[in-house]
């Protein structure tokens, strides 16, 4: 496990994230935690950029205006759900 040198730093690492382990040039970009363990959280470009554009297709599914279509599967899933939203009434009619 790469030791974490600082925020932005690169280090030879596994990725935590999409492409399965493979051990590349990784940045620390946080910590995950769950009951009785926590870990640092490292990401290789490719996955940063898998990341951005996740990001990006959640916020933009909120958004009125169809600027781009989603970049990835998520970001398609989340675009039919947030099309199909319609929020409830409640039982006072407003």
């Excluded at 974490?4 to 280090?11: C, H, I, K, L, S």
């Excluded at 382990?21 to 490292?42: C, E, F, K, M, S």
């Excluded at 989340?78 to 407003?94: E, I």
């Amino acid at each position: 496990m790469p030791g974490r040198p600082g925020p932005g730093t690169w280090v030879i690492g596994p990725c935590w994230f999409f492409c399965g382990h493979q051990v590349t040039a990784v940045v620390w970009i946080g910590a995950v935690t769950t009951v009785g363990a926590n870990a640092p959280l490292y990401a290789c470009g490719g996955c940063l950029d898998q990341l951005h554009a996740m990001a990006w297709d959640f916020t933009e599914s909120g958004w009125k205006a169809r600027y781009r279509r989603p970049r990835t599967s998520f970001g398609r899933r989340l675009r039919r759900l947030a099309d199909a939203y319609q929020p409830t009434k409640g039982n006072d009619g407003g």
